[in-house]
């Protein structure tokens, strides 16, 4: 193997009727791991982590509830085990963020934590204070090689968005985190680096909101970053032209080199 990959994608809504094309989308990338945001305890996505399980990625770790399937969750799949890792100063939202070690072999670095968040909206009134907790358990890390991804909701001011709606606070909180643990985007292809993973469905205007930050155990390795909207191939919706016909999101891939 040449290099450990990781994909990071929000599925929207569970995945629904779109789950197999997920799948064989997710196939196509052949991660070593995925985070995927807004996974539920639904049906579909008990089906989509299923699936992946037959892929090699079957060691998962879920902040899912089938009693409360409409509620939006994470999914960590691995083809190594995952432990559950506690984090300092974590955010309070069980729902939306894990942080699990994955075994991963010494030829391939070794272990590395791999943290997946799905940051609340704005009129939710959580979302500053998660974003608080996210950066301040940065601060607090001792727990070796790690990386961070999901789904932020946040940017920077005239970077990130092609019309203005992050302020000051997100740019700030972008830019501390790119501090501390570098965003991967941003580490590869310079501070103007535009690339927007969401567009809004009434005025079509593209945001980045889906980020890579690596922690300095794991950034020398950094190899390539790029985001991708998911394509299906079977009859569901083969030929279509849009983008969004996966997910609203387009999936994050990130690329690391094994050791020297």
Known sequence: MTRLRIVAWNIRAG???RADGIVEQIARWAPDAVALSEFRGTPPSRAIAEALATLGLRYQRTTADARDPRVNALLVAARWPLRRVAVRRAPVDRRRWIMARVGAPDDLGGPFA???????????GRKLP????VYAS????????????????????GVDEET????????????A??????????QLHG?????????SPNGG????????????????????????????????GAGSARRDVLSDHAALIVDFAPPP
């Open 138 to 157: 940065v601060r607090a890390w001792r727990g070796g090689p790690a990386l961070l991804v999901g789904d932020t909701n946040t940017g920077r001011m």
């Open 205 to 236: 205007n593209g945001f980045r909101l889906d980020e890579a930050f690596v922690g300095p155990g794991l950034l020398p390795r950094l190899r390539a970053v790029h985001h991708e909207w998911g394509a299906p191939m079977s009859n569901d």
């Open 114 to 124: 791999l943290g997946a968040m799905h940051v609340p909206n704005f009129v939710t």
């Open 130 to 133: 998660f974003l608080d907790a």
């Open 177 to 186: 985190m790119h501090g501390r643990w570098p965003d991967a985007l941003r």
């Open 15 to 17: 995945g629904g009727r």
């Open 191 to 199: 501070d103007e680096a535009r690339a927007y993973t969401w567009y």
């Open 164 to 175: 203005a709606v992050f302020d000051r606070r997100h740019h700030d909180w972008m830019d």
